[in-house]
């Protein structure tokens, strides 16, 4: 959370994330506890927040290895994403102060 938001972090989303990068990051089947180590979350939270992305049809479950895997729909969330945005967002706040200085004391 950035110090000049007004809203809290929502925690459950958070964690629900760490999930979903920690499965990328072991680019493979991952069991519960492959999870929990990487996230640091206990073992009942990464079932919970793995049975919730199952639904939202995020990950799957393999039943003969024990394992979860990343669903087709994650590539979905960068679908919006363009790779020159990274620009302006590094470019804004020098932008900004640049045009603050430059524009002097209001007349």
């Known amino acids: 959370m950035t ?5 809290k972090t929502v925690q459950g989303l958070v964690r629900g994330l760490d999930v979903l990068y920690a499965l990328n990051r072991l680019d493979g089947g991952a069991s519960i506890a492959d999870l929990s180590s990487q ?8 079932r919970r927040l793995l049975e919730t992305l199952i ?18 729909r994650v590539r979905d969330l960068s679908e919006g994403y363009r790779d020159e945005q990274w620009i302006s967002s590094l470019a804004a ?4 102060n640049c045009c603050r200085r430059c524009s002097g004391p209001p007349t």
Not at 55 to 72: I, T
């Open 3 to 7: 110090d000049d938001s007004k809203y």
């Open 55 to 72: 639904g939202e049809g995020y990950v799957r479950r393999s039943e003969s290895y024990e394992s979860y895997w990343l669903e087709r």
């Open 39 to 46: 996230t640091g979350l206990h073992r009942t939270t990464v």
């Open 93 to 96: 706040p020098c932008s900004a």
